[in-house]
């Protein structure tokens, strides 16, 4: 009996031992962890400071001053695109890697979900990455021949030289789009891109129509089914342009995803 007493105390001593040096080998493990973690938050710390030091953004691009998701559900879109220069009161211009690369001036609508223009629009335009140099209008009040100008002046500044022109005219950008090309007309731009742009009274649709008509293969019409607000305008349009795209979803902000797609072959 003494003998089976004895045995039990020795196994449960062995038992204990194991369990105090597994314990101490796992405690081990978690502290190389925590080490390992340690370390590696610090070289992140330190990327960090070594890039804001020379100008770079080693999180990703992220700028929260340009809005972040968008209606169409886009996440931080734009953080594909270049570092933003504000442009005064006129909005932000993204210079692309190369000094040749298309320039694309966009003008969206009215505020949507409490975001402007300036800001959703980045959600579509972060396919397009630093392959063109892109302005983005503030929002649909913007006056779309000063703007202009300022971005003709940065070209000039950063000495770049696009290799073509295109408009980016949705929605309630129609406002600074008539302002613009009545300042510079259409022989300024190779492309100009009519995203479900409003034409609601007479005055409107009759521009817009007779730009289709006088530039049948340079416009391109992107279109849901009212979005438009005048039927007739956007049914002349349909029937004089060479390109013309229905959304199949017949969604109003997604009209933007059917024209980036369409812009992103032309560049």
């Known amino acids: 009996m003494k003998e ?41 710390s330190d990327a960090n400071k070594f890039s804001k030091l020379f100008g770079l953004d080693s999180s990703g691009g992220n700028d929260s001053s340009s809005g972040g998701t968008g209606s169409a559900g886009g996440t931080g879109a734009y953080s594909a695109l270049s570092s933003k220069t504000d442009l005064g009161d006129y909005g932000k211009f993204s ?53 202009y100008k300022a971005v003709k002046n940065k070209l000039s500044e950063k000495s770049i030289s696009p290799s073509k022109k295109i408009l980016y005219l949705f929605s309630g950008g129609y406002k600074p ?12 731009f190779d492309m100009i891109y009519l995203v479900d742009i409003w034409m609601g009274n007479s ?14 293969g340079k416009v391109r019409y992107f279109h849901s089914g009212d979005g438009a607000q005048n039927s007739d305008a956007k049914n002349s349009l349909i029937k004089t342009l060479n390109f013309n795209k229905s959304n199949d979803k017949n969604d109003h ?5 059917d024209a980036v797609d369409d812009l992103l072959n032309k560049l």
């Open 4 to 44: 089976i007493y004895g045995l039990l105390i020795f196994s449960i001593v062995i038992l204990l031992a194991g369990y105090t040096n597994i314990k101490k080998e796992k405690m081990k493990h978690l502290k190389s962890i925590d080490e390992f973690k340690n370390t590696n938050e610090q070289l992140f």
């Open 177 to 188: 789009g008539m302002e613009l090309l009545n300042s510079v007309s259409a022989s300024d």
């Open 253 to 257: 902000m997604s009209t933007n995803t």
């Open 95 to 147: 210079e692309s890697s190369k000094k040749n690369a298309p320039l694309i001036m966009v003008y969206g609508g009215i505020d949507v979900a409490g975001k402007k223009s300036g800001e959703y629009m980045y959600d579509y335009l972060g396919k397009i990455g630093s392959s063109a140099n892109i302005f983005v209008a503030k929002d649909h009040k913007v006056d779309g021949k000063g703007s």
């Open 203 to 216: 005055k409107v649709a009759s521009f817009y129509k007779n730009l289709a008509e006088n530039n049948r």
